[in-house]
């Protein structure tokens, strides 16, 4: 950033950077020279729900001072002030109340319906999000559900989808079945995944993602897809190996349960399969909805099951104009409607 340059915009990051879940569209953001970042301040934005009510605003006033010190060496402050995650409200209204910059609440999950909050923790997440929404000027929706959920309680609202750019995209050739990416626990529909084996016992299913077994303790279900030898739960794996596996496989499967948080949801998992030219099937979910062109919508276990049998030979035959439309959905094209905003900013500073 220029010496004379005031920051239009200052991302307030969760985590850092490189650890950060929206990291692609922050480093699209950050290549103009009027965006910058800040990592976390210490003890942390999950102060918020660690301390006392009372402490907060003392514990937030401290640390907006902190990272308004490293932020305004010349004096200046920032425009557009974002954040991320309602915990980080507290240290967001101390930096607005100290340079009167606007927020920018960007939406990316539903987090305070987490089934991994306890209802204390879901509370405060709930008050803390309102507090964020009220506050802010524009919230940034990552799915078509966040985005409707914004615009009833009535907040001025931009949808800006996710972004895979750092997922590889190789060649999609080569053999095998059905891909399912991500988290294996709560989420996962458990009933769903023994019912398509059950309709097609012959399927080949690789599960590649961290599995949570204390999560699906009990469960007849699970058990039944844990003993189903088709069904190859690969654990966690690297970007670059979860991608060549998935290039072998005919179709990308969203095993998730129906409930408010997995409603709102766009996961990953569907942009990286539409990458190398492979669909997903889905329950009948809101959030997924916003990725039309790269889903299919099974409303019960019978239809789940047709339609991962009719993507067969997508391993041999890639979409390639989904392909095409996927590698299309980069962090560039995502946060067009934060640019024209900032760009408009730009103009009204003169």
């Given amino acids: ?85 309602a915990t980080q409200e507290p240290v967001a209204a101390a930096l607005r109340a100290r340079t009167g910059a606007e927020l920018w609440y960007w939406r990316w999950d539903r987090y305070e319906a987490a089934g991994d909050a306890d209802e204390a923790r879901r509370a405060r997440l709930t008050a803390l999000h309102r507090r964020a929404a009220q506050a802010a000027s524009l919230v940034v929706a990552s799915s078509g559900r966040l985005e409707e959920l914004a615009k009833d309680e009535g907040r001025p609202t931009v949808l800006s989808p996710l972004a895979a750019d750092g997922f590889p995209a190789p060649d999609p050739t080569v053999e095998v079945v059905g891909f399912s990416l991500g988290h294996l626990g709560r989420r996962t529909d458990w009933a769903l995944l023994r019912g398509l084996g059950e309709r097609l016992p012959h399927l080949q299913l690789l599960l590649v993602g961290e599995l949570h077994e204390d999560e699906a303790a009990g469960d007849a279900d699970f058990a039944w897809c844990r003993e189903h030898a088709p069904f190859v739960f690969l654990g966690s794996l690297p970007d670059d190996a979860a991608a060549q596996l998935l290039r072998l496989s005919d179709v990308g499967i969203l095993p998730f349960r129906r409930d408010d948080f997995n409603d709102a949801g766009l996961p990953y998992r569907i942009l990286k399969a539409a990458r190398l030219g492979r669909r997903t099937v889905v329950p009948d979910l809101a959030g997924v909805r916003t990725w039309d062109p790269a889903i299919v919508v099974a409303a019960d276990h019978d239809a789940f099951a047709a339609a991962v049998a009719a993507e067969a030979g997508g391993r041999s035959a890639p979409d390639a104009d989904l392909r095409a439309w996927a590698l299309d959905q980069t962090a560039a094209h995502q946060n067009a409607p934060l640019r024209e905003r900032l760009t408009a900013l730009r103009l009204d500073a003169g």
């Fill in 1 to 85: 950033m220029s010496d004379d340059l005031r920051p239009t915009c200052v991302l307030l990051l969760p985590r850092p950077l490189q650890q950060f879940i929206l990291r692609d569209q922050a480093e699209d953001l950050l290549r103009g020279d009027d965006v910058v970042a800040v990592g976390p301040p210490r003890p942390g934005y999950g102060a918020a729900l660690r301390l006392p009510e009372k402490a907060v605003g003392t514990v937030a006033a401290r640390q907006a001072a902190s990272l308004l010190k490293g932020l305004n060496a010349d004096g200046r402050d920032p425009r557009v002030i974002v954040l991320f995650h």
